[in-house]
């Protein structure tokens, strides 16, 4: 499934960046799930996902939207976290290191359209931050 194996590849080459050390606030993996402990980072899927354009030979490509999300009482680190994460998929356009793993999609582009937000808090001063991210995939309709 392309959906699957997207969300995997994305989180699989963050994870890896986090064990190589690169990135000052992300010392945690991150999850495929929604929020059930506060200060893990999920990434899960947003809706809106669809076609963009397909052109005659069935090549589509399509937008598939996520999010991070992560709870806690940290607001500073929180939004730390999320701002690094956004700023090495930014790179990720230039590097184009994200792979299918089963050849059923090849990366084209992402865009992260804001920065990390504060989407919510609650009475005891737990707040939930939420970056949305976009990928853009190409896939060939008649072999999928």
Request: glycine residues 4%; without cysteine; charged residues 25%.
């Amino acid at each position: 499934m392309i959906i699957n194996d997207l969300q995997e590849t994305i989180v699989r080459n963050i994870n890896q960046q986090i064990k190589a050390g690169f990135f000052s606030y992300n010392k945690q993996p991150v999850y495929i799930k929604f929020l059930d402990k506060d200060d893990e980072l999920g990434f899960v899927p947003n809706p809106g996902s669809h076609v963009v354009e397909q052109d005659y030979a069935g090549v589509q490509l399509k937008q598939f939207n996520y999010a991070f999300t992560i709870r806690t009482t940290h607001r500073a680190e929180a939004k730390n976290r999320l701002f690094e994460i956004s700023q090495y998929l930014q790179t990720l356009n230039e590097t184009h290191d994200l792979k299918s793993e089963n050849g059923t999609w090849h990366f084209d582009h992402l865009e992260v359209p804001s920065e990390p937000a504060e989407i919510l808090e609650d009475l005891k001063g737990t707040v939930t931050y939420s970056m949305d991210v976009a990928v853009f995939i190409y896939t060939n309709k008649g072999v999928l």
